[in-house]
């Protein structure tokens, strides 16, 4: 495993990087990556991780990174927050995150192989409840909703997906929210998004 900086490589993230559970061979990790209850993190092959990234697995399961992916600098990624026991999030082989997303897996988030994730991306299905208006909204609890990116899937800069099965194939356009099951090769936009066309469709 290679250590990425302009500084040369870094002792203390040496001794970090072997307390991780798992991890493969060829990888190339910035030494300004944060790792948060590292037995927890699972990195495969060939996998790059750039500057000032965080993987927090603090909470559920863990955080699971495939083959071959690309994580661009100042990306967030959480396993898991407390009361979420099951959640966790993975990353399929071949996959390029951009920078500066937020991914979080309270219910558990499964982003598929070779999915392209665009800058400023966001995908969190953690929220508040907020029903009783009698209550603050912060000691009303909260909820999660599982989410799941087909293989080969692209959603472009500043999108949002915040519930979802995405199936395989599909374009998420640009400012987009997405809340819903989008079949394969759907072509989606919108706020909240909506079904344009299929990718084949002329």
């Given at each position: 495993m290679e250590l990425l900086s302009p500084l040369g490589p870094s002792s203390l993230n040496k001794t970090v990087l072997k307390k991780l559970e798992l991890f493969g061979s060829n990888c190339k990790i910035a030494n300004s990556v944060s790792l948060i209850n590292s037995k927890n993190i699972f990195i495969g092959n060939d996998v790059i991780i750039e500057d000032s990234v965080l993987l927090n697995a603090e909470y559920g399961k863990g955080?699971?990174?495939?083959?071959?992916?690309?994580?661009?600098?100042?990306?967030?990624?959480?396993?898991?927050?407390?009361?979420?026991?099951?959640?966790?999030?993975?990353?399929?082989?071949?996959?390029?995150?951009?920078?500066?997303?937020?991914?979080?897996g309270h219910a558990g988030l499964d982003i598929g192989n070779n999915c392209l994730l665009g800058p400023f991306v966001s995908i969190n299905g953690y929220s508040h409840k907020f029903d009783q208006k009698d209550e603050l909204i912060k000691r009303q609890g909260d909820k999660s909703?599982?989410?799941?990116?087909?293989?080969?899937?692209?959603?472009?800069?500043?999108?949002?997906?915040?519930?979802?099965?995405?199936?395989?194939?599909?374009?998420?356009?640009?400012?987009?929210?997405?809340?819903?099951?989008?079949?394969?090769?759907?072509?989606?936009?919108?706020?909240p998004a909506k079904f344009v066309k299929f990718r084949y469709e002329k």
């Open positions: 955080i699971y990174i495939e083959d071959n992916v690309t994580i661009k600098r100042f990306t967030t990624i959480t396993s898991s927050g407390y009361g979420f026991p099951g959640g966790f999030v993975k990353i399929g082989k071949g996959s390029h995150i951009g920078t500066l997303n937020v991914l979080t909703n599982p989410i799941k990116i087909g293989n080969d899937v692209y959603i472009a800069t500043r999108s949002s997906v915040i519930k979802g099965d995405i199936g395989d194939g599909c374009i998420i356009s640009a400012h987009s929210l997405v809340n819903k099951d989008f079949k394969p090769f759907s072509i989606i936009r919108g706020l």
